[in-house]
Structure formats: structure tokens, C-alpha cells
């Protein structure tokens, strides 16, 4: 499932291709993308319009047009763009310059929702906290968002408001480099643990961003390379790089969760004996 990294990585590549450039035909084949919009009005509105941007809130892709409507792109579990032709299309956008871009999604469960520009902005300042990559993620932003919680820390992480664009790979990277337990209550950290996990997803995700993104073999993300550099996720039973012991593999929230009992355990204990 793209996350911040790979969804970040094809807004690089759609907006070489597209901001400039006028739509010359934009065919819809399924219906569920823009559901509950009708494909044709949305086809309609893309046709013959110019994009001026295309940038990224969490894990949407925002394309600005010329109209002043905004196309929201959510890739969700396996949504991708492709510039040859591919299995599972499920819409062709055609350039003035002619160049082809496909959207891709085998499970289909992403969405394309077509808005004017201030409905857009509403729609993502409901549903996400700031881009974790800009100034407004501060530690009080997360210190306020983890008070009183009792969920655990990786599941109050994977809210959406919380940190806009985190999702399982890099929540689990992100307490690696923290030294956190993501078993451990979340309204419980320390002002010191709240900034290294400020610290510490800000470092997984620029680590995912350099390496674009990961390729776990789906044929999504071909070419990322974040997953030679994974610390945690995925690597039950190989040794934690930081101190040697296997990383074990739990369930938190119902997602798998790598995390290395070793070190970071190690800060919560020693945080619980600093506090009392
Ligand atoms: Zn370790």
C-alpha cells in the first residue's frame, strides 16, 4: 500500500508529464473511481483542461486545473500511474503533446474525486493533520494528539490527523529510529520520547523519499529501493542494526507490526523509572 514516500515519488513523475500540458481526452473505464460522480461528468471536466500543478497532501495526489477544480487521486491499496500500457487500467488520461498516462489499480479500491478548490482544501483539512515533512509537524502537534490516549503508540500514529501520510511500513521504521514500542500506551510518552518520534518519522520518511519509495515485489513501485534500507518492517528473526537481537514480529491494531524487543523496549522502561 503507497504511503507518503511512494506517493510523493509518482507525484514527481506525473507532474514532469502533466503540469503545462491540456488534456486532450480523459476516458474513465470504471465506474467506482469516481463513485458517487459520474464518470462522464467527470470525464467532461477533465477534457480540454490544463494542469497547472500537481502536488501532494498525505496520500493523495492533487491535481490543479485551470478550471479552479482540483482532482483528488487516492491510490489506496494498489493504485499507480503508468505512461505504457498496462493491465487493470482503469482511466487514460491522452496529452496535447501526446503522451498516454494510464491509471493502474488491480484491487480498485482507489478513488478520484473531482472538486472546486475550496471544497478540496476542506475535504483534506478534515481528514489529515500537517505534512510531516513541513514546520507546522511539531512536537506540541503531537504532544496534543497523543494526550490521554491509551491506544498503542502505532496505532494513534497511523491516524491520518495525526500524521498525514504515515501508514504501516513507515510507522514501523519511524519507532525503530525513535526507539520506541509501539505497544506502549500513546497518551503515556515523555516530552523527550514526543521529539524523537517527531525525529524519528521525519527521518523514515526522507529515507523512503530518497530511496522512491518501496518495491515489495507487487509491480507497483517498481524501481524504489526504500527496501534495502527497512530496519524493522518485515525482517522478524534478522538481527535489530542497532544492537544485534531479532527483530520480532506482533500485531498492533491488526496490522503486523516489526519491532526489536531490545532496544526499543529498553527507552519506555527507563522512561517509566525517570518518571516515578
Ligand atoms: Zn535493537
Known amino acids: 500500500m503507497p504511503e507518503l514516500p511512494e506517493v510523493e515519488t509518482e507525484r514527481g513523475r506525473l507532474a514532469e508529464v502533466l503540469v503545462g500540458r491540456r488534456i486532450a481526452r ?11 460522480e459520474d464518470p462522464a461528468l467527470v470525464e467532461a471536466a477533465l477534457t480540454g483542461n490544463r494542469v497547472e500543478a500537481v502536488d501532494r497532501r498525505g496520500k493523495y495526489v492533487v491535481v490543479r486545473l485551470a478550471s479552479g477544480d ?21 482511466a487514460v488520461l491522452e496529452l496535447d503533446d501526446g503522451t498516454r498516462i494510464a491509471y493502474r489499480d488491480l484491487r480498485r479500491f482507489g478513488t478520484w474525486l473531482l472538486l472546486d478548490a475550496d471544497e478540496a482544501e476542506e475535504h483534506l483539512a478534515v481528514r489529515l493533520g500537517p505534512e510531516p515533512l513541513e ?31 504515515l501508514g504501516n511500513i513507515y510507522a514501523d521504521e519511524a519507532l525503530w529510529h525513535a526507539r520506541l514500542d509501539p505497544l506502549a500506551p500513546a497518551g ?8 524523537a518520534l517527531r525525529v524519528g518519522i521525519r527521518r523514515a520518511l526522507r529515507l523512503g523519499i530518497a530511496r522512491q519509495g518501496a518495491d515489495l515485489g507487487d509491480d507497483a513501485y517498481a524501481g524504489g529501493r526504500m527496501q534495502d534500507e527497512f530496519r524493522a518492517y518485515g525482517r522478524a528473526g534478522e538481527p535489530c542494526r542497532r544492537c544485534g537481537t ?6 498492533v491494531a491488526g496490522r503486523g507490526t516489526w519491532f ?3 532496544c526499543q523496549a529498553a527507552r519506555r522502561s527507563s522512561s517509566r523509572r525517570s518518571s516515578t
Open 70 to 90: 482540483v482532482l483528488l487521486a487516492h491510490l489506496r491499496m494498489t493504485g499507480s500511474f503508468r505512461y505504457t500500457p498496462a493491465s487493470h487500467e482503469r
Open 260 to 262: 526489536c524487543p531490545t
Open 188 to 195: 503515556g510518552l515523555e516530552p523527550d520520547e514526543i521529539a
Open 135 to 165: 514546520r507546522r509537524f511539531t512536537t506540541a502537534h503531537l504532544a496534543r494528539r497523543l494526550a490521554g490516549r491509551h491506544a498503542p503508540l502505532k496505532a494513534a500514529i497511523l491516524d491520518q490527523r495525526t500524521v498525514a501520510g
Open 26 to 36: 480523459a476516458r474513465i473505464d470504471d465506474p467506482r473511481l469516481t463513485r458517487p
Open 246 to 251: 531479532p527483530i520480532t514480529k506482533t500485531r
